[in-house]
């Protein structure tokens, strides 16, 4: 009788952490999450996180349609592992050089070896602060096009250890093939070439998921929202002649937000007690890492996207700054009518209806 009545205990616990997410099916170009042994609707609740269903998964398991047609393996086409982790994680041997929000990171970063071009305006209120830092290097070792998806530092299975790949650029583990005809990757280094902003050849725009329509931002982010920056506001810009990179838009989210945790991460929102229920689901900053190490709100390129859910663009989902929106637990079940923008499908299916991730944080 104790065992059953623990055995319930722990069904329960996962049943209130399962936070619902359903319909983005479609949006991986699948029939339906049958695929993947799981029935679609409301009836089947989704985690916040299923990495093995997203464009993040490199492994042999990928299903994932990234050209039309039928699904096939992720675009390098023949990958050598079953492993869906160790592109990005690994218990043993991690990246040292990779700190601040990279937890057991196994793979390399351009940690001071690649000078990137940032983000300015006339119109930048925000402090820049320089060269990216933290988890968003870790977001960088892939998506910049300077690293080998397969730069790993420790191989699956055991004697695979790779220290030369602790120190940037690394280089390419063949734990990924390249199929004929691919563009996915350059042949030889294995390196992300494909939907760059200047591309038009076949697989700009058919990646069916995540960053679609240009995973590859190259070195030159001055053409992509600011990242490794301070959030610009004292809470209290308004109040007077603003000081430099103080921008009152932003003073709500610095009032209203509540206290950052011990890791000094903050979750963040324009509106007191609207926080999602599932932390993964939330809009946050980081402390800084190379720049006042542990302290300041800092957006990183994780403050927005979630790289383990499989929702569209890899998105968190908002938060509500309206006081008339209704937010349920989690959002996984809100839909778009109850956050004022539509009267169409769930916000977990589209987390930027109405440009509502934005408004999250800029008072516009």
């Not at 994780?302 to 989690?330: E, I, K, Q, V």
Request: charged content about 10%.
């Amino acid at each position: 009788m104790q065992l059953r009545r623990k055995l319930s205990m722990l069904v329960a616990g996962a049943l209130v952490l399962a936070v619902p997410i359903v319909g983005w099916a479609a949006h991986l170009g699948l029939p339906s999450d049958t695929a993947h042994g799981h029935p679609e609707g409301p009836a089947g609740p989704r985690a916040a996180e299923d990495i093995k269903n997203t464009l993040h998964n490199l492994s042999t398991s990928n299903i994932i349609n990234i050209t039309a047609g039928a699904p096939v393996n992720i675009g390098p086409g023949t990958s050598q592992t079953a492993e869906v982790c160790v592109f990005c994680h690994t218990p043993h041997g991690a990246n040292l050089l990779a700190p601040g929000a990279t937890p057991l990171w196994n793979r390399t970063v351009p940690n001071g070896s690649t000078v990137y071009v940032i983000y300015g305006s006339p119109n930048f209120d925000g402090t820049n602060s320089g060269q990216p830092q933290g988890v968003s290097l870790a977001c960088l070792s892939c998506h910049d096009g300077t690293i080998a998806l397969d730069s790993l530092i420790n191989m699956p299975g055991s004697g695979g250890f790779r220290p030369a790949n602790l120190t940037p650029p690394g280089g390419t583990t063949n734990l990924i093939g390249v199929a004929a005809g691919s563009q996915f990757v350059s042949p030889g280094t294995n390196t992300m070439n494909n939907a760059i902003r200047s591309d038009n050849g076949p697989n700009y725009g058919a990646i069916q998921g995540g960053a679609a329509p240009f995973p590859n931002l190259t070195t030159n982010l001055s053409d992509d929202h600011p990242i490794s920056m301070q959030i610009p506001s004292n809470g209290n810009c308004a109040a007077g002649p603003p000081a430099i990179g103080c921008d009152p838009q932003f003073d709500q989210l610095i009032t209203n937000s509540p206290p950052a945790d011990l890791s000094g991460l903050r979750l963040l929102t324009r509106n007191p007690g609207s926080i999602n229920a599932d932390k993964r689901d939330s809009l946050r900053s980081y402390p800084g890492v190379t720049r006042t190490p542990g302290a300041g709100f800092y957006i990183e390129c994780a403050s927005c996207h979630n790289p383990h859910t499989p929702r569209p663009m890899f998105l968190r989902l908002p938060s509500r700054y309206d006081s008339a929106m209704s937010l349920a637990s989690g959002g996984g079940l809100t839909t778009e009518a109850q956050m004022g923008v539509g009267t169409g499908g769930l916000i977990a299916d589209d987390p930027n209806a109405g440009s509502l991730v934005c408004l999250s944080c800029h008072q516009k």
